[in-house]
């Protein structure tokens, strides 16, 4: 799973039931890091009470947002909290892209750099690579 160390998104373990599918992975992300995690100062970019459905269908996971997501963050937290879904969710077996819907429509999503996505386009760990720590590659 990955989280927020100032402006980076960071991985770390996390014991989850095995196997995890998608759904259970995303859960666990929106709970956030563990304690021992938290207080060395990490943290998560998903809004408070984030919840969303995901499927996973030929290597692409499909996320559906909350229809508040984008307008519930920051820019700068937007960013941070999609790496963290796509870090996450294309670390998972089976999964090498993300779409990501709102409200039945494809979503455009910003990408590390700052770029947004064309709407309904898949994203993957290299767009998000510049946010990762140097010794961390996609």
């Known amino acids: 799973m990955f989280f927020v160390a100032g402006t980076q998104v960071v991985p770390i373990d996390r014991l989850l039931l095995s196997p995890a599918a998608a759904p259970q992975v995303l859960a666990a992300l929106a709970e956030g890091p563990p304690e021992g995690d938290a207080a060395a100062g990490l943290r998560s970019a998903l809004p408070i009470n984030f919840e969303s459905r995901v499927t996973v269908e030929r290597g692409i996971a499909t996320v559906v947002l909350p229809a508040?997501?984008?307008?519930?963050?920051?820019?700068?937290?937007?960013?941070?909290?999609?790496a963290q879904i796509v870090l996450t969710l294309t670390q998972q077996s089976g999964v090498g892209q993300v779409r990501f819907t709102s409200n039945n429509e494809p979503q455009a999503v910003p990408r590390g750099r700052g770029d947004l996505s064309s709407p309904g386009a898949t994203v993957a760990c290299d767009d998000y690579a510049n946010l990762l720590p140097s010794n961390f590659s996609c």
Do not use: N, V
Not at 70 to 81: C, K, M, V
């Open 68 to 82: 508040t997501f984008i307008t519930d963050l920051p820019g700068g937290e937007q960013r941070l909290a999609i």
